[in-house]
């Protein structure tokens, strides 16, 4: 049975494996394993995902395919600009095609319209170009290109939104 649930804490480990794993297949081209696994190692601690399951601001879920957890999704609202964000989107390699990327999508939108915003927010790597051909297809406009940083490497992501 497969399903796009709201994150649990029990979840927790299960999205930290599914974001290693993706990493390596979307970034792994253009980014070293030691940058990946010093980024994924210390952002994706059990602790500051704990704090992120735990925060007001951040919202996630997952999908789920005979009780294993094959993608997730992360959004972040700023209060202070009145924006929200769609922070991380990922689904593993094998499951990609499947319509989960656009079921979490989708439930992102759902969180944005309570919100009462007319965009959706995110990034993704200029090197992504799948991600950023899927995006596309999905109705966003990239508008800017900004430096991300991942341990010694530097790359351009991509800035777009979607009106909702």
Known sequence: MSVVRKWRRKDLAGIRQVAWDTWADAYGEFIPEVDRRNFHDSYYTMDKLLNLYKSKIVEG?????????????????????????????????????????????????????AMDVDR???????????????????GFLFIE?????IGNTTIDDLIGYKRI
């Open 61 to 113: 879920c997952v999908a789920e395919s005979n009780n294993r957890i094959v993608g997730y999704s992360k959004t972040h609202w700023n209060d202070q600009r009145r924006e929200f964000f769609i922070t991380s989107l990922y689904v593993l390699p094998e499951y990609q095609k499947q319509r989960f990327g656009i079921k979490m999508l989708n439930k992102g939108i759902e969180t944005a319209r």
């Open 120 to 138: 959706v927010w995110l990034g993704v790597m200029v090197e992504n170009k799948p991600a950023i051909q899927w995006y596309v297809r999905q």
């Open 145 to 149: 290109s900004k430096p991300f940083t």
